[in-house]
């Protein structure tokens, strides 16, 4: 337990105040803690970071903080599971939009959704600080905190890609009889070297060199899923 924890007094849902008086500026801060922790759980990591530290970053006391989180894991699993919850939004925006284009030919259609889901990551640059940091730490960060970002970014987010390529399929010459397997390839060919180049969009990659990647990229999951017949990609 650090002196911080040890000092912790009750949490707000057990605020001793009297029900009936109002308590003004607790969303505030609440919001202005979890803005502050994700800059400092970002910029430090998980193990890193202190209580201390976030509090400074957020202008309040580390008292303000323990009225409501209950510690340091806690507020690193909101932080986490919001920011996530931001960014699959965006993600899904984007798939939403590409639903509502006029149909075009497979390669066009996935060119420009590829460029479109590696948007967030230059619209989400705290987020993105905080995945490396979640990579890099791994193994000391709490299971259940891991899970939960899985659950509320990542594997929301391809369940839906893999729910719009089977869509696409519908209604182009495309072949996708494992949709999920399908999101799997199309990410690791039009987005992971740019993910892992960038470092998660921290040193971004010319316009042009995004694009070539992403044009192979297209190609390759054409060739494994168009029909012999109807020809090579273009």
């Not at 029900?19 to 609440?30: D, F, I, Q, Y």
């Not at 803005?35 to 201390?52: E, M, Q």
């Not at 939004?89 to 497979?106: F, I, K, N, S, T």
């Not at 010319?206 to 029909?227: K, M, N, Q, S």
């Amino acid at each position: 337990m650090t002196p911080d924890e040890a000092d912790a007094p009750a949490r707000a849902d057990q605020d001793p105040r009297p029900a009936g008086r109002p308590r003004r500026g607790l969303a505030e801060k609440r919001a202005a803690i979890l803005r502050a922790a994700l800059t400092v759980f970002g910029r430090d990591g998980y193990t890193r970071a202190g209580i201390d530290t976030i509090a400074k970053e957020a202008g309040v006391s580390t008292r303000t903080i323990y009225n409501h989180f209950s510690g340091k894991e806690e507020l690193f699993r909101v932080v986490v599971e919001e920011s996530s919850v931001r960014v699959r939004e965006a993600q899904l925006d984007v798939l939403r939009r590409h639903r509502e284009r006029p149909g075009g030919e497979p390669a066009a259609e996935l060119t420009a959704l590829a460029r479109a889901w590696l948007e967030p990551m230059t619209t989400f640059p705290d987020h993105f600080a905080l995945v490396r940091q979640i990579g890099a730490e791994a193994a000391h960060i709490p299971r259940e905190v891991l899970e939960a970002w899985q659950e509320a970014g990542p594997h929301a987010t391809h369940r839906a890609l893999a729910g719009h390529l089977a869509e696409l399929a519908g209604r182009t010459a495309l072949e996708l009889p494992d949709p999920a397997r399908a999101a799997t390839h199309f990410t690791l060919l039009t987005a992971t070297e740019v993910v892992n180049r960038t470092y998660y969009g921290a040193f971004p990659l010319p316009a042009a060199e995004v694009d070539a990647i992403i044009a192979a990229g297209v190609r390759t999951f054409l060739h494994g899923h168009l029909p012999r017949e109807a020809g090579p990609p273009r």
